[in-house]
């Protein structure tokens, strides 16, 4: 088992950052993706950004050049940098873990972009 716990969400008006971490209960060994999902109210949960063991990412369309993922082996933690922060970028923020057929999320952080 691997508990996730987000950190990191907040009001921020447009056009500002935050920047998101997750961290895990333990090292995930092997192959694995470590992602962001939000979901807004009334919307599907959708995929923001993912990252592979290997250091491969990938973006949601409406996110690239704003928001880089990156992860910290040794700490366990995987972060969603968010720039230029709009108010459609307003939801809550799922950190999730696939590893084969293990599939862990954590409770969620709410982002609210608003002036």
């Known amino acids: 088992q691997v508990q996730l716990v987000e950190s990191g969400g907040g009001l921020v008006q447009p056009g500002g950052s935050l920047r998101l971490s997750c961290a895990a209960s333990?090292?995930?060994?092997?192959?694995?993706?470590m992602a962001w999902h939000r979901q807004a109210p009334g919307i599907e949960r959708e995929l923001v950004a993912r990252?592979?063991?290997?250091?491969?990412?990938d973006y949601a369309d409406s996110v690239k050049g704003r928001f880089t993922i990156s992860r910290d082996v040794a700490k366990n933690t995987v972060s969603l940098q968010m720039n230029s922060l709009k108010p459609e970028d307003t939801a809550t923020y799922y950190c999730?873990?696939?590893?084969?057929?293990?599939?862990?999320w954590g409770q969620g952080t709410q982002v609210t972009v608003s002036s």
């Open positions: 999730n873990v696939v590893q084969g057929s293990l599939n862990y």
């Open positions: 333990r090292r995930i060994f092997g192959i694995y993706t």
């Open positions: 990252i592979t063991n290997g250091g491969t990412t």
